[in-house]
């Protein structure tokens, strides 16, 4: 189904299922234990060996020599593989590093062995007596050192390194008030729940995998490249994902060394990362420095916009891409927005939750409160004032939806913000400082191809099959809400299997592109079912109406289940786009505001109450959306007051890269959440109406933090994250 033209009404319209509150459909296998992880498969095959892997312990160099001889001799190893042994491998396209090294070691924690052997405990103790000597290499680890070395960054299919319009610097240098300051966040992890998890077996030539992956089709093509094989000789299963916030995304060196290690052992081997391997290994989110410039009238109108990033990656990565959101936020003629891109050795970074604009808001969003107060206007009024309904860099493309004013106003109401201390540390409760702020946000909606089989059977049940992954997100029930929807079933008649590369290939679930996607492929896909429905009953398929499990044209009727009594019906097709994202520009919108309270003598702060209000197309299920913006909100209070990654500019690589050193939100730190969904609907961007909310939840979530904990002490921290040390020695005096 091509979709070229804004959706009209549909089935989907009727609301029945979807939009509905409703529960996951697989939480009863979660909370049971039932759900299968990537480790957990068990009974699909006999006597499985266990992989230890081995990391680098250097961050650049090469490895000189590598004994393995006291490890064979271990009771129970099986094999050994390093890159010597291994045979010929390539690099995926998604893959910035090779995934196993040597000699050249390329970062921290590079994976350069994997040790098979019969449980877990022996390729452990094994792998302790691998003796490995390095020859060290200089790196560069430092992205402040690196400031002056960095290039502009490489242009890629979605995202350009610079953009311009206007004479920012002239309008700029004219404006009478003005802002010019810079801004950094850290490095930070995913820190999922679950490890990266492989279990590998070979039969023959084909290779089945099961892992934890967010992206089936991407990884089953870059694993087939990586082993020099067919693609068609991998079959790749992720049902279950616990937890992946993009660190996931991509093919990593478990499945890798999982493939390997069974090859090498003629058994099924199952490896998992150890956690701080997860931390150097894998990917995280760059580290950015942000110079924003803002210039406005008296009146509080933009005039000059100016946002530059600096971000590090390894050769062939790719920058944090910090600016984008600057590109299409706020109003103003004159703009400059640029990316440059650092060469640094440290470990791979790449996509997380909301990349780009969740760092690019943690400073955009503080330089908006900062304008504001130069200009002596209230923080909210000065981005209604510069609200935009068209593209800014070409105002002849309008936003197919933009209540951005209208998040923050509903906002403002809700969250009582006019009753706000308008002087910093003007409000206390007892020995606290109590401040309050806000922060817009902003998300893209970006559409990718994605494709479902669904199939009626003789009692009326409806399966769907796609590749589409759940990473706790409700995948499973969103796709059979949709189903449920269209063929006029109640939910427990519909069956959904997810995350097996045999099936169609959909968008995968990452970006807040998944439940947009995966549902139109849906959608497409029970267009054709009803349309075959519709034939075989020989009822005219524009007029036919699917409710209560039957199918009506006029005055005549069948049961559903009927209808395949002699045999299933399966149809399949995928959703694909035309021009309207091109004419249009598609985006999510929302508003966070958030209540703080400070200790006048020790500057802790404690988060005491959040707001999140979202506009982003239909809601399919509010129950799992506010989950979705729950649990992102969660993220950005980490990223704003303890998420950082230190890094050892020595050696180069992560110190804190376990969940004891590296901090992240617990129960004690969270507040009542609030979520308020718009009722919109955005034909532009999908049958389905919607666009999707997973990342917008985080996007200016820490800035909203920080400019509350402003509010409170009146001191301004511009260095991420917000910690106590920061502003002890800045605190008002307690008197």
């Known amino acids: 189904m091509k979709f070229d033209t804004p959706a009209t009404v549909n089935p989907i319209d009727n609301l029945r299922v979807i939009g509905q509150a409703t529960s996951r459909i697989d939480g009863s296998l979660k909370t049971t234990g039932k759900a299968t992880y990537g480790y957990e498969w068990h009974g699909v095959f006999s006597a499985p060996a266990y992989g230890w892997v081995i990391g680098a312990a250097i961050a650049k160099g090469r490895i000189a020599s590598m004994d393995l001889s006291r490890a064979h001799a271990v009771s129970g190893v099986i094999a050994i593989v390093t890159a010597e042994n291994a045979g010929a491998l390539d690099k995926g396209k998604y893959n910035t590093a090779k995934l196993l090294g040597g000699p050249q070691i390329d970062h921290y924690h590079q994976a350069v062995a994997v040790v098979v052997a019969e449980t877990f405990e ?132 478990d499945a890798v060394l999982a493939a390997l290690g069974s090859r090498a052992s003629g058994r099924p081997v199952k490896v ?81 939750r909301a990349p780009g604009e969740a760092p690019g808001m943690m400073a955009l969003e503080i330089a908006m409160d900062e304008m504001a107060e130069r200009l002596k206007m209230d923080p909210v009024e000065f981005r209604i004032r510069n609200d935009t309904q068209v593209d800014p860099e070409n105002p002849k493309r309008p936003f197919s939806q933009r209540q951005l004013v209208e998040c923050m106003r509903i906002g403002r109401e809700r969250f009582g913000w006019d009753t706000r201390g308008t002087r910093p540390g003007e409000k206390r409760d007892g020995r606290w400082l109590v401040g309050v702020g806000m922060a817009a946000a902003f998300r893209n909606n970006l559409l990718m191809k994605s494709a479902a089989r669904v199939r009626l059977d003789s009692r009326g049940i409806v399966t769907v099959e796609t590749d589409m992954t759940d990473i706790g997100t409700g995948s499973y029930t969103i796709i059979a809400q949709t189903a449920a929807e269209m063929m006029g079933v109640p939910l427990d008649k519909v069956v959904v299997r997810l995350g097996d590369s045999a099936y169609p290939v959909s968008s995968g679930s990452g970006g807040q592109f998944g439940a947009n996607n995966s549902t139109s492929g849906v959608y497409a896909a029970c267009v054709k079912l009803r ?145 308020i969904f718009l009722d919109e609907a955005d034909p532009m961007s999908s049958p389905m109406k919607a666009k999707g909310v997973g990342e917008l939840g985080i996007c200016g979530v820490a800035a909203a933090v920080a400019n509350a904990a402003y509010n409170a002490t009146g001191v301004r921290v511009r260095d991420y994250p917000v910690t106590l040390d920061k502003l002890l020695d800045r605190m008002p005096k307690i008197g």
């Open 122 to 253: 022996q390729a452990r103790s094994a792998a302790e007596l691998v003796r490995i000597d390095y020859e060290e290499g200089a790196g560069a680890f430092d992205l402040a050192a690196s400031w002056d070395d960095a290039k502009l960054a490489p242009k890629s299919e979605d995202s350009k390194p610079d953009s311009a319009a206007g004479d920012f610097a002239g309008a700029f240098a004219a404006a009478p008030v003005q802002l010019d300051a810079t801004y950094t966040t850290p490095d930070q992890a995913h820190a999922m729940m679950e490890p990266h998890a492989s279990i590998a077996a070979w039969e023959g030539d084909k290779l089945t995998l099961w892992t934890s992956n967010q992206m089936v089709a991407w990884t089953t093509a870059d694993l087939a490249k990586t082993l020099g094989i067919s693609k068609e000789n991998v079959h790749l299963l992720s049902p279950y994902i616990g937890g992946g916030f993009g660190g996931k995304l991509f093919l990593r060196a």
């Open 272 to 352: 998992a990362l150890q956690r701080p391997l997860m931390f150097n290994n894998t990917t995280h989110r760059p580290a950015t420095i942000q110079r924003i410039r803002i210039g406005a009238d008296s009146d509080g109108k933009i005039s000059a916009i100016g946002h530059e990033s600096w971000s590090g990656n390894l050769p062939e990565g790719r920058p944090e891409t910090a600016v984008q959101q600057t590109r299409l936020l706020y109003a103003g003629v004159n703009r400059m927005t640029t990316m440059r891109l650092a060469m640094l050795d440290l470990p791979e970074g790449n996509a997380m």
């Open 531 to 675: 349309d075959a429905v519709a034939q075989k009953l020989g009822f005219n398929s524009a007029e036919v109406q699917f409710a209560d499990e039957r199918v009506v044209s006029g005055n005549r009727a069948a049961p559903l289940a009927h209808v395949a009594s002699n045999g299933d019906i399966t149809a399949e097709d995928f959703i694909e786009y035309g021009d309207l994202s091109k004419t249009h520009q598609q985006s999510t919108f929302g508003a966070h505001f958030v209540e703080v309270a400070v200790d006048a003598a020790t500057a802790e702060i404690r988060v005491r109450r959040m707001l999140a209000v979202c506009a982003a197309g239909r809601i399919l299920n509010p129950k799992t959306a506010r989950s979705q913006v729950i649990g992102a909100m969660t993220m950005g209070v980490g990223a704003a007051l303890m998420e950082e990654l230190a890094v050892d500019k020595r050696k180069g690589f992560f110190v804190n890269h376990d969940l004891a050193g590296y901090e992240v939100p617990v129960h004690a730190d969270i507040p009542h959440q609030d979520v």
